[in-house]
């Protein structure tokens, strides 16, 4: 029985709120309900968990007397801060009730750079580094033993197909993740060079690349010359081999090579387990747990990869022996020693290349070596790669008129009777020669065929789930957040067979503009999973190109394989180059183990190759030394020296540069060219795609994020525009743009609302940065900052500096940093020299200096009631300036773009030069020097960046991985002001729509006027009247002269005292 959709989506959007996506889209995707658990289902779990296997190879832990020789489990406190706050939150509670949830915000809201918080930290890694060393009481550890446990059903048609979830507690999952944290490197060491699940930065990748090279080189390279395959491609599957596993084969491996886990390892495995599982009416039921590793358990994974690597390390010297034997007697084989047989694991998945000679010798070595062990050959599952040409190597061998050879075919084909079986329709069973290709970790190898068919089948159920997540979820942005992090991710590790299965005359000369079937129908997907989320029509090609760019572009970053396919392929092949050269890398300052021979020949003659892998990174392997290679852009460089995660970060930022460049630039349509630079924003990418929406304030209502999304694309905003009519009579555009520019629409609101998110922004990132003790030195539009109008409010936010701060604070020469926002809406090109500035500088970056310009030389200045003396504008600047203030403009353009003087500030980029001002603005100039003068802080987020490093190391400031440093953080906030806000002005705008049937002229198209501007964005504010008439008690007050309906045309009558362009207020100094 399917679960109740509305429970899944209940569920699924809880988990999204928590920011633990992956969970949520197994919620929506699998049709996994949970099993109501009867007493025949209770024994197939029974079943699960076998008894003991009784080995006594291992007695229990040595006298206690030598634990004071054993180094001790020590985690400091900035070790367990880091480790909890990046586990993820919404996970199943334990059979006592607790939960990782009350850990991870715990160890969030401390700050170890204040003593009390640091006091708190290093309490919490003393317990976990208690617990680790098994120093707590027997009923602590017999509750450290006990697991609950929920079954999901796996097959609608088959109700005793259960997968069971073991769920332990939460103390005993934040312990094993700090401790694998801890011994990642080490166990790596120890697993190298069989298993490469642990610790191996790529160790997939690694295991699909060897093993795709060697099938290439003994399969299918001699059968497309017309020779038999000289190996076969073992992949073998265990069964249940968590549950089964030996424990007492754990516990003798730790104690000789990991002594200082032996009491963690045997306070867990020492005596038997229970699980606990809820029943059907209610009641709980106990299964005892006598072998095995529990599920849920980080550590039970390594465990169990521990155990599997004694059966490994025993046949591999056994493999060589019998090449070695081979070898002596004249057969060199096919590789001049024997066709020595290679073995590679992660985790449990085993994966052997083996000399035909050696198949049913290494199956039948291996189960000897596994059953006492717990590791049970599945034979439905385990499957022999004899060919790639669709035709068996089996009947070959055996029908050959050479005694060997006959022989050998008998040998192979009895391993395949034996070990690769499936079920037939009379109850026997019925050998499986795989002929084709076969699944290894996930990608295709063989024929490319059935890689073709591989591809197709994964881009359609990825396709299929993005519809369920269309259809199970209400809210846009979540639906957006999973399609992003999960199914589209569940492609991008197979971008790279796509370009190995491609003939290298065939591929691009450009590597970000990668076509094939995958390409073609991943747009397709993503171009319907869009317009069925944001409700927009298809997408056009330069919305298209967007999405695949990189956040830090300014796309949404969507995984795709025509930038993203090539590149994939380069680097993991890169890595495996590396890893072959220098030896594994398994962190700084750690030992690199080197890879043995059958891998490494494999990889060594990559100049040389004649397999498509090795031709094809040829191909590329010049261009991405250039864009790689720093200062020597070798290909020997790019190959073995140059860091894979700057690599990663290089092409990235290159591809959605030539995307730009190449592409988009090219074939962008009128109405999207000008508007390019601003639509592609990082600060809006970030808020649209990465925002913690486990901070609520993150999380958009659907109508601002369709909005601001389809504003981020350039899509059509209003349908069916034509027919309707801004109620101040103009034609109304399908982009929204009218919307945000007409003087029918105030903007106070989206004013105040930009107003308060950067106040807030600046009040978490300013202290950062020690320009600021405190967030209380912000201030929001505070009077008495001009001495003759002190009920003037310049400014809508600014910072109070204090000059007597500590050592290492931020020394600014101002008292105060003042900042007003103004809203640039119009594209009519800005006042400029047409032979210089057009030429050199953006539109857009034109039009939002000209702001800043109007607030440095704004229309009107004021006249004090009291004293009845009238300043004009400047003066009101020039006071400002006496008063040692600095001013800075935040100028925010259509789509959330901001002008250079802030920007300045914000991030360092250089301003733009001064505009020209008239000679009776002479303090306008002398302010708009000032905001960019050496004297004015600038780039805060990398000051912040850099203090934050030095002081808090790893930890996340934004309590996210997706916003680990405060740039990161305060550009998603920036962005999602400013893009939320310009959404929601653009959608309350709906309400100044009339219908017209008739259509508009298209001369009634109004946008570009500067009659558009709004005579209170350009002039003060004052203190409000009854604001002052309820609180001054009887107390003289302002009153402003000049409200703000009125017309510009008024505003040369503003004066109290006559005089033009000035307003009149009233008030004590």
């Known amino acids: 029985m399917a679960e109740n959709p509305d429970r899944v989506q209940k569920n699924a959007q809880l988990a999204i709120d928590l920011d ?43 006298s206690s007397r030598f634990s004071h020789d054993r180094r001790k489990v020590t985690f400091t406190a900035e070790q367990i801060v880091r480790i909890l706050c990046r586990l993820n939150r919404g996970k199943a509670a334990g059979l006592f009730g607790d939960s990782l949830d009350l850990y991870i915000k ?42 609950y446990l929920v079954a999901l059903e796996k097959d609608p048609d088959d109700k005793l197909k259960l997968r069971p979830l073991g769920v332990p507690s939460a103390i005993r999952r934040i312990t094993t993740a700090a401790i694998l944290s801890e011994y990642s490197s080490v166990l790596a060491e120890f697993l190298l060079p069989y298993n490469f699940a642990v610790g191996v930065s790529g160790g997939c990748d690694v295991v699909i690349k060897t093993m795709q090279l060697g099938v290439d080189k003994y399969i299918s390279e001699p059968e497309a010359i017309g020779q038999l395959p000289t190996r076969s491609l073992v992949s073998l599957d265990l069964v249940n081999m968590f549950n089964a596993i030996s424990r007492e084969e754990l516990r003798g491996i730790i104690a000789d090579e990991f002594p200082s886990l032996e009491r963690f390892t045997d306070m867990l495995y020492e005596e038997h387990g229970e699980t606990y599982v ?16 529990s599920q849920g358990c980080p550590l039970s994974p390594v465990f169990a990869a521990l155990v599997l690597n004694v059966i490994l390390k025993k046949l591999q010297p056994e493999l060589e022996q019998r090449a070695k034997d081979r070898k002596d007697r004249g057969d060199f084989g096919d590789d001049r020693r024997g066709s020595i047989g290679l073995l590679m694991a992660y985790v449990d998945d085993v994966n052997a290349l083996l000399d ?37 190597v089996i009947s ?27 079920p037939s329709s009379d109850g026997a069973y019925t050998k499986v020669e795989v002929v084709d290709g076969l699944r290894v970790l996930g990608a295709p190898i063989g024929s490319p065929t059935f890689c073709a068919t591989f591809l197709a089948n994964a881009l359609q159920k990825a396709s299929a789930d993005s519809k369920k997540i269309l259809a199970g979820l209400d809210d846009v942005q979540s639906m957006v957040r999973v399609y992003n992090m999960c199914t589209s991710h569940k492609l991008t590790h197979l971008f790279g067979t796509d370009v190995i299965q491609t003939p290298t005359e065939l591929l691009p000369n450009n590597y970000f503009l990668w076509n094939s079937a995958l390409t073609k129908g991943f747009s397709e997907m993503t171009d319907s999973f869009l317009q069925g989320a944001i409700e927009s029509e298809p997408l056009p090609p330069h919305a298209e190109l967007i999405t695949s760019m990189s956040v830090k572009s300014g796309g949404l970053g969507l995984q795709h394989p025509r930038t993203c396919a090539v590149a994939q392929f380069m680097l993991t092949t890169k890595r495996c180059l590396q890893y072959c050269h220098d030896g594994v890398w398994l962190g700084y300052n750690k030992p690199r183990p080197t890879l043995p021979p059958t891998i490494t020949s494999l990889f060594v003659d990559w100049k040389s190759s004649d397999t498509r892998t090795m031709k094809n990174f040829r191909q590329y392997a010049s261009d991405f030394a250039d864009i790689c290679g720093g200062t020597s852009n070798t290909i020997d460089h790019f190959v073995y020296n140059s860091s894979i995660n700057k690599c990663k970060e290089l092409v990235r930022e290159h591809a959605a540069c030539m995307t730009r460049k190449h592409t988009l630039e090219r074939i962008a349509p009128d109405y999207v060219s000008p508007k390019l630079k601003s639509m592609l924003l990082e600060e ?41 009519r801004c109620k101040c009579g103009a034609k109304v555009d399908p982009w929204g743009d009218h919307c945000l520019g007409c003087t029918k629409n105030h903007k106070t609101v989206l004013s105040n609302g930009c107003r308060d998110g950067i106040y807030e922004i600046f009040k978490r990132i300013l202290p950062v940065t020690k320009m600021i003790h405190s967030g209380t030195q912000m201030e929001k539009e505070v009077s008495n900052i001009v001495r003759t109008l002190p009920t003037l409010k310049p400014f809508d936010l600014s910072i109070r500096l204090n000059h007597l701060l500590t ?30 500035e057009t030429a050199s500088f953006n539109e857009s970056d034109l039009r939002l200096r000209e702001g800043e310009k109007k607030k440095f030389a704004r229309r009107t200045g004021g006249t004090n009631d009291i004293s009845a003396k009238t300043i004009t504008a400047d003066e009101v600047i020039g006071e400002i300036n006496d008063a040692n203030y600095c001013f800075i403009p935040i100028a925010v353009g259509p789509h959330g773009e901001i002008g250079s003087t802030f920007r300045r500030f914000w991030d360092g980029s250089d301003p733009l030069p001064i505009p020209n001002f008239d000679s009776k603005r002479p303090q306008a100039r002398r302010a ?42 305060a550009k998603q906030q920036l962005g999602l002001v400013c893009a939320s806000k310009l959404a929601d002005h653009i959608n309350a705008s709906f309400n100044h729509l009339t219908y017209d049937p008739r259509g508009a002229d298209e001369g009634d198209y109004i946008v570009d006027d500067d009659e558009l501007d709004e005579p209170e964005e350009l002039d003060w504010k004052w203190v409000n009247v009854d604001f002052l008439d309820g609180h001054n008690n009887g107390q003289q007050h302002t009153t402003p002269a000049v409200s703000a309906s009125l017309s510009p045309s008024d505003l040369g009558r503003a004066g109290g005292s006559g005089t033009a362009g000035t307003h009149s207020n009233s008030g004590s100094r």
């Open 807 to 836: 050592q290492g604070a931020w020394q600014v020469p101002f008292s105060r940093i003042g900042f007003d926002v103004i809203f640039i809406h119009s594209n009519k090109p800005a006042p400029s020299d047409p032979s210089i």
């Open 356 to 392: 035909h000679r050696d198949v049913k010798w290494f199956l039948d070595r291996f189960v000897e070596l596994a059953n006492p062990r717990g590791g049970i050959l599945n034979t439905m599952k385990t499957r022999i790669l004899t060919s790639t040409s669709h035709s068996s």
């Open 396 to 422: 070959k061998l055996i029908t050959s008129n050479d005694t060997t050879t006959h022989l050998i075919g008998m040998d192979l084909d009895r391993a395949v009777s034996t070990y690769s079986r499936a």
């Open 278 to 293: 809820r029943m059907g009416d209610g009641t709980w039921a106990v299964i005892g747990v006598e072998e095995g590793f």
């Open 106 to 147: 715990c160890a969030r809201t401390l700050d170890l750079t204040k003593e009390p918080d640091l006091i708190k930290a290093r309490r919490l890694a003393s317990f976990f580094s208690t617990v680790a060393n098994g120093d707590v009481p027997e009923k602590f550890k017999a509750a450290l033993r006990k697991t």
């Open 928 to 969: 708009a020097i000032r905001a960019t003068s050496s004297h004015t802080p600038w780039d805060i987020l990398g000051t912040a960046d850099r203090r934050w490093k030095a002081n808090r190391g790893g930890s996340l400031f934004g309590g996210s991985y997706m916003c680990a440093l405060p740039s990161t953080w």
């Open 20 to 62: 633990n996506v992956k969970s949520a889209n197994v919620r929506l995707t699998k049709n996994a309900p949970v099993a109501i658990i009867n007493d025949e289902r209770f024994k197939v779990l029974q079943q699960l968990h076998p008894k003991s296997l009784q080995r006594g190879t291992y007695k229990t832990r040595r």
């Open 684 to 724: 809006t990418s970030l808020a649209l795609m990465t925002a913690p929406r486990l901070e609520p304030k993150n999380r958009m209502k659907n109508t601002t994020f369709c909005t601001a999304m389809k504003r981020k694309l350039r899509l059509v905003v209003i349908k069916d525009h034509h027919t309707f």
